[in-house]
């Protein structure tokens, strides 16, 4: 149930967002939500033709302009520099190592900041096929930006509309329908620093055939350049703040603690090769110090990795008569990606959940050396070991996605019904999407070839050589493991392994609509639109074997199985003018819409309905209230993987006393009120990660109301003012591992997931944190609430140029998320980061355009504004500072020449803004010591470009 609030707060927020008006007096139009040309349009988020400013809901239009002046080639890009944005987990702005290689090469869009999958993407009003084979969250890298008119996009619950998914919104893309000719562009983009290059092109081939035929294609290829950690002061090394008290720390104190090395332990203590010995000067072993043996991870990794893209789109109808006409929409996409890593950070005692082999180092081990065979004590028959396995080569990761796309339909224009109404229109059409993904991965290991090559013996053909015990091995091919020099080629080539992924995703989707008058009122047409769909979505994940068995470093990765979930919807639309004309109401009208949707699992019915009501011409109020759904993809209803990061031990001395019955229960589990993790037990908690056959779909209850000013005073002025309210429950979730092991000991809750045992590190303790499990529930709640304020305002200064100019901002005044049912709900108002792996709510953002027009001179300025926030949850108890407001400017100056062509140059990050550091762990950084997508992470950039047409 909403909560409206104090209204003297809600006030306050409204004079806030109407005195930024004030900030801005000329721009580029950044964000056309209000147009002077009044066009009759079928406007996203609703099926019923109209203008956009006639809509109950709000549509956020962005030109193809805008994406130019960003010198963006991404939508998904340029969305986090829209205050309706957050950034996405895979913007290529962001895209580096630290988010993983299934996931390297996604660029994805999240409006409202609920989440990827919970935006709806469209291009001409049909779905799209996910960037996954087991989601339904579509990966910009697969659309192509040089053939888009425009993109039109509503926040707010649009399922009754447009089915599942629609939760946050729509981003509705629309293609050129009317090029003719040859349009080339060439661009080129690099940072300051040399790196980050960005080559792109593209080629437009438009024109119609015969008598009543029209066909667009388009080619279009860029690249994404190599940005190495190791250049970069950002993530060149190892970084840990986890005091406020304390500075935060770089460098050889907080590397990892698996090293080159290797770490051998011996009771307590473990010891390391050093400059090629394991004594020192004195034949005393050398014990592991982190400062001087552990490794720098982050110079092995990138802050962007190389992305290559090639999209292709078409698209083309015939008119059979003067009522009907066929037309057909294809795109094909290929986003490859070369990712690498650091070497496996192996540890023979945890290095696998429950894991099928334990390659631990028998006592006989003739490559022992003498001073550590004689530290050990004579009932220790196998030696622990750490190992980072960088002396074998670095990890490599190579990810194929490729995207197909095919449309067909028909439609048709009746001048009547039956006799019944006027202008009606109807449409089928079909939807075929398809996603393939081609994982691999080089540079693992093979642990039961570790664990034979470990147990070596005497080879009696070989006088002073080894082989391995075991016969079996030997026959193929085992060679005899030394962990504790240098590993030669041979044992390379034995111990390194591959593994690979290949899944598929398929989309098919029929909807047949019919649309138009149906009477006449006095106060004008009653409109609607009537139709059904037929969709079906599958897909499914597969792993080689030895993955799925655990037989290679890193994670135990179960199947996506095959998932399949047919979908039947009828939905209707009305629209019915009440007033108009008259005192004080120039027009009143009311919208609805309704859809029901029936699965093999579940029934459900999602709703719309609202207004608007213009007591003057120039001045416009709106409301809608919806119910959306969004149903479980595949990754959610199956698989399962390992999982390892950082817990905080709600045990450890400086947690357990935060209330009692915390305390009572980390005593009963025996763990001693002193107990203090090594540093290197809290960052490798494994567990397990699953999906769940049994959930149900979210619902989400959207509430949007506002106004729309056009003052016939001021020509061309328009000024947008809009509340939204979304609150959305039965999130699927998998219950963060943090969230369950607190709540195990502070409530009881979830303890099944929680494992305590025996650690190498404190050897005889029953009590360390060992894993916990996760698994994919209904069982979250969510709310966010605020302002959007959008400004637009062109004009001319005779003989001094024409200036257009945008202010566009969100001002969030709620942001709760209830992990669990039950439990207390987390309050991310004011925060960057958030409750998971995904960033907060920041109270207020904000992005303003300058444009100026002289004859063939034209110049943009822009300017994206992130306002203060606290790093994230507890940081400020914790005593850490606060962030201070960040602005980043963006330039950019075009010259016309010959009769349609341009060239252009920009600089973005003009001042060279640097990104602000967040302390270890703060949830949205992705392991990268800030938040990618809000802050930017690359410096100033600059790009030049050329775009021709003849």
């Not at 860029?222 to 935060?248: H, I, M, T």
């Not at 000024?719 to 999130?731: A, L, P, S």
Request: with cysteine; net charge neutral.
């Amino acid at each position: 149930m909403h909560d409206w609030g104090d209204s003297r707060m809600r006030m306050k927020q409204l004079a806030y967002a109407i005195s930024l008006i004030g900030l801005t007096s000329a721009a580029q139009v950044y964000a056309e939500e209000a147009t002077q040309k009044v066009e009759k349009i079928e406007v996203t988020g609703s099926r019923i033709v109209r203008t956009n400013l006639s809509s109950s809901t709000p549509v956020l239009t962005i030109g193809t302009d805008t994406m130019g002046n960003l010198g963006m080639e991404n939508f998904a890009d340029i969305a986090t520099a829209l205050p309706q944005f957050a950034p996405s987990f895979g913007s290529s702005r962001s895209q580096s190592t630290f988010s993983g290689a299934e996931n390297s090469g996604l660029n994805q869009a999240n409006l409202r900041n609920l989440g990827t999958n919970r935006t709806l993407v469209l291009i001409n009003g049909r779905r799209v096929p996910g960037g996954l084979s087991t989601d339904t969250a579509v990966d910009f890298n697969a659309i192509p930006t040089a053939n888009i008119e425009r993109i039109e996009v509503i926040t707010g619950g649009a399922s009754a509309v447009y089915g599942s998914d629609a939760v946050a919104g729509v981003i509705n893309i629309i293609t050129k329908k009317n090029f003719e000719g040859i349009q080339l562009t060439l661009d080129y983009g690099r940072s300051a620093e040399g790196d980050n290059t960005n080559p792109s092109g593209s080629i437009l081939l438009g024109g119609k055939f015969g008598e009543q035929g029209r066909g667009l294609l388009t080619v279009q290829w860029d690249k994404q350049g190599q940005v190495s950690c190791k250049d970069r002061y950002l993530c060149a090394e190892d970084f840990l703040w986890n005091d406020s008290a304390a500075p935060a720390r770089r460098g050889p104190s907080v590397y990892s603690g698996i090293g080159l090395g290797g770490r051998f332990f011996i009771g307590n203590t473990s010891y390391t090769r050093r400059n090629g010995s394991f004594v020192d000067g004195n034949g005393q072993l050398i014990p592991f110090v982190t400062a001087q043996d552990g490794y720098n991870r982050n110079a092995q990794r990138d802050l962007a990795i190389p992305t290559t893209r090639l999209m292709v789109a078409g698209d083309a109808d015939y008119k059979l008569n003067d009522k009907v006409k066929v037309y057909t929409e294809m795109n094909y996409a290929q986003t490859t990606t070369d990712s690498a890593f650091e070497g496996h950070p192996f540890q023979s005692s945890s290095d696998l959940v429950g894991g099928a082999v334990a390659p631990t180092i028998p006592r006989n081990n003739p490559f022992i050396p003498t001073a550590l065979r004689n530290a050990m004590p004579a009932d220790q028959t196998e030696m622990t070991w750490f190992q980072r396995f960088a002396g074998l080569g670095d990890r490599g990761a190579n990810n194929d996605r490729t995207m197909v796309r095919v449309v067909g339909g028909i439609r048709g224009d009746m001048e009547s019904l039956f006799g019944l109404g006027s202008d009606w229109r109807w449409d089928v059409s079909h939807v075929y999407g398809r996603t393939s993904v081609n994982l691999s991965t080089e540079g693992l290991v093979g642990l039961p070839e570790l664990y034979n090559g470990l147990r070596v013996e005497a080879d009696p053909a070989n006088a002073g050589g080894y082989r391995c015990v075991d016969a079996v091995a030997r026959g193929a091919g085992c060679v005899p493991i030394n962990p504790f020099a240098p590993y030669t080629p041979a044992m390379a080539n034995y111990l390194t392994k591959g593994s690979s992924a290949i899944g598929r995703s398929i989309i098919k989707d029929t909807i047949a609509s019919l649309s138009g008058t149906a009477f006449e009122l006095p106060a004008g047409a009653v409109k609607t639109s009537v139709g059904a769909e037929y969709r079906t979505f599958s897909g499914y994940l597969d792993f080689d074997p030895l993955s799925n068995q655990g037989l290679v470093t890193g994670n135990q990765v179960g199947d996506t199985d095959f998932v399949e979930t047919k979908t039947r919807e009828y939905f209707g639309e009305i629209l019915v003018p009440i007033l108009a004309d008259k005192p004080l109401v120039h027009a009143l009208n009311f919208e609805g819409a309704f859809r029901h949707s029936s699965t093999a699992r579940d029934d459900y019915n999602t709703w719309k309905f609202g207004g608007d009501w213009a007591p003057i011409e120039s001045l416009r109020f709106r409301a809608q209230k919806a119910r959306a759904v969004r149903s479980p993809v595949p990754s959610e209803l199956s698989g399962i993987s390992t999982t390892a990061g950082v817990i905080n031990d709600p045990c450890a001395a400086v947690r357990r006393n935060i209330n009692g019955t915390r305390a009572a229960n980390c005593a009963a589990a025996g763990v001693p009120a002193d107990y203090a993790p090594p540093q290197l037990i809290d960052q490798g908690v494994q567990g397990f990660s699953g999906g769940n056959p049994n959930l149900k779909p979210e619902i989400a209850t959207t509430l949007t109301y506002g106004m729309v000013w056009q003052p016939s005073f001021v020509k061309n002025l328009s000024i947008t003012i809009d509340r939204f309210d979304v609150e959305i429950k039965d999130i699927i979730t998998t219950v963060s591992r943090q969230t369950a092991v607190d709540l195990c000991y502070d409530r009881g809750l979830l303890c099944g997931s929680v494992t305590r045992g025996q650690h190498p590190l404190l050897p005889g303790a029953n009590y360390v944190l060992r894993a916990v499990n996760e698994e994919q529930q209904n069982v979250a709640e969510q709310r966010v609430a605020g302002i959007d304020l959008s400004v637009n305002y062109n004009f001319k200064l005779q003989n001094y140029g024409a200036f257009d100019l945008s202010l566009l901002s969100t001002i969030y005044d709620k942001a709760t998320f209830v992990p669990l049912v039950g439990e207390p709900e987390l309050d991310l108002l004011g925060q960057a980061g958030g409750s998971t792996t995904d960033q907060g709510f920041i109270k207020m953002t904000a992005s303003a355009n300058v444009g100026y027009r002289l004859g063939k001179f034209k110049a943009n300025w822009n300017m994206r504004h992130i306002g203060k926030a606290e790093m994230g949850l507890g940081s400020h108890e914790a005593g850490f500072p606060a962030i201070g407001a960040h602005t980043y400017h963006n330039i950019r100056v075009g010259y016309d020449f010959a009769k349609s062509s341009e060239v252009y140059a920009g600089i973005t990050n003009l001042f060279d803004k640097k990104p602000p550091f967040f302390a270890s762990g703060t949830s949205g950084t992705q392991a990268l010591d800030t938040i990618p997508g809000y802050y930017d992470v690359f410096g100033r950039s600059y790009f030049v470009g050329l775009r021709t047409k003849f």
